[in-house]
């Protein structure tokens, strides 16, 4: 995003004005992006702690003109409800960030339930990441909200006990990430489909990794960038609904279409780092608990899932299964690479048609395969 002069003066003037009168009334220059939040209990006693992300901006544009010539220009012409659902999925990629902002989640279902969260970034614009103490929560699902947000869920849950982190783009959701027009057509306007039989295995996980009726904590770490929320949870929620969690995504302020996309696109290191730093923060969060990682061979996730796996064991990384995806590099030596010091009984490969027997590997009683 560049900053011209206007956009400058503009994001001052709301500063100022919402510093001045407050409360405000219902405010309809600015919006947040709420992200769903992870709760956990860092002393073990009841107490929990979320784990919360949001973005601060000035209202949407309606149209985004650098997307609307890219879309248009690499999808050949794309007709006009398509390019009107692309505008909606994408439409925070058009927001300006704003800094220095302060907002306040209204909390159900806990003892805290106003909590003002840090002043939104500077450099990384309207971005604030926090852990925020809300007391002991009666609901096992509470809600959080900003008042210019849609309210979202906290998924907390108790120290101990099973997870599961998994891939999205190609380990359960349809996404072809290997050929570039496919991808954009995916993630622009086509109606998101499920791989195939995963939101059945998905669902008797939720089941099979109950333990001490503990329900598995499902986490949804993906690469993509947190513009894509709404799109990305909306699919989980119309195809999970059994298997729900947060979803972790990454901070991208990208300044043009081609930028975003060529991100998603990209099978570079980035990527690597950024999640292997989640696993990290989720370990953090969840340090006794144990986790089955899920993940597909068409980019990095076996690399990742090996590097988590020696960095915290067994103790942590219980299981790693891996879809093997059509076109991407599924070589042993790939796999060796990636896998080298994990033991081979805790690694799975499975191609989409072996989908529906994952369900019957006792993983709850210490069987990866
Ligand atoms: C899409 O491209 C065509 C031909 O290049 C052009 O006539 C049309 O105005 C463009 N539409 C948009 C929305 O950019
Ligand atoms: C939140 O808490 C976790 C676990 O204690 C910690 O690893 C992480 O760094 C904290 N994050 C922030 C933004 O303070």
């Given at each position: 995003m560049k900053f011209t002069l206007v956009t400058w003066v503009w994001i001052v003037a709301v500063i100022v004005l919402r510093s001045r009168a407050r409360p405000l009334p219902r405010r309809s220059l600015t919006s947040t992006l709420l992200l769903n939040a992870l709760g956990f209990q860092p002393r073990g006693d009841g107490k929990v702690t979320i784990s919360i992300q949001a973005f601060a901006h000035l209202a949407t544009p309606e149209s985004f003109s650098p997307l609307t010539h890219f879309l248009n220009s690499t999808l050949h012409q794309i007709h006009g409800d398509h390019m009107a659902t692309a505008m909606q999925r994408f439409?925070?990629?058009?927001a300006v960030g704003i800094p220095f902002d302060k907002l306040t989640l209204t909390v159900?279902?806990?003892?805290?339930q106003d909590v003002e969260l840090p002043r939104t970034g500077f450099k990384d614009l309207g971005i604030v990441i926090a852990n925020v103490s809300v007391g002991?929560?009666?609901?096992?699902l509470p809600t959080a909200k900003t008042d210019n947000s849609d309210t979202v869920t906290i998924f907390s849950s108790p120290p101990t006990g099973l997870g599961i982190i998994s891939d999205v783009d190609d380990t359960i959701k349809v996404t072809d990430v290997l050929e570039f027009q496919k991808m954009l057509e995916n993630t622009a306007y086509k109606d998101p489909v499920p791989v195939a039989g995963m939101p059945d295995l998905y669902h008797s996980l939720a089941k099979s990794l109950t333990s001490y009726s503990i329900p598995p904590q499902f986490i949804y770490l993906s690469d993509s960038p947190f513009q894509l929320f709404p799109f990305l949870n909306s699919f989980l929620e119309s195809h999970f609904p059994a298997s729900l969690g947060p979803l972790l995504l990454q901070s991208l302020s990208a300044t043009n279409p081609e930028e975003i996309f060529n991100f998603l696109f990209d099978k570079s290191g980035q990527k690597l780092d950024f999640k292997v730093e989640q696993i990290e923060r989720i370990h953090g969060f969840y340090p006794h608990k144990s986790f089955l990682v899920i993940g597909d061979s068409s980019k990095q996730d076996p690399e990742v899932y090996g590097k988590a796996y020696i960095k915290?064991?067994?103790?942590?990384?219980?299981c790693i299964w891996i879809h093997l995806v059509d076109g991407a590099d599924n070589s042993e030596e790939r796999f060796e690479k990636a896998f080298r010091g994990v033991p081979d009984d805790t690694i799975l490969k499975f191609s989409t048609s072996e989908i529906p027997r994952l369900?019957?590997?006792d993983v709850a009683g210490g069987k990866c395969k």
């Open positions: 439409n925070l990629f058009g159900k279902g806990c003892e805290e002991k929560c009666q609901s096992s915290f064991g067994s103790r942590f990384i219980r369900q019957n590997i």
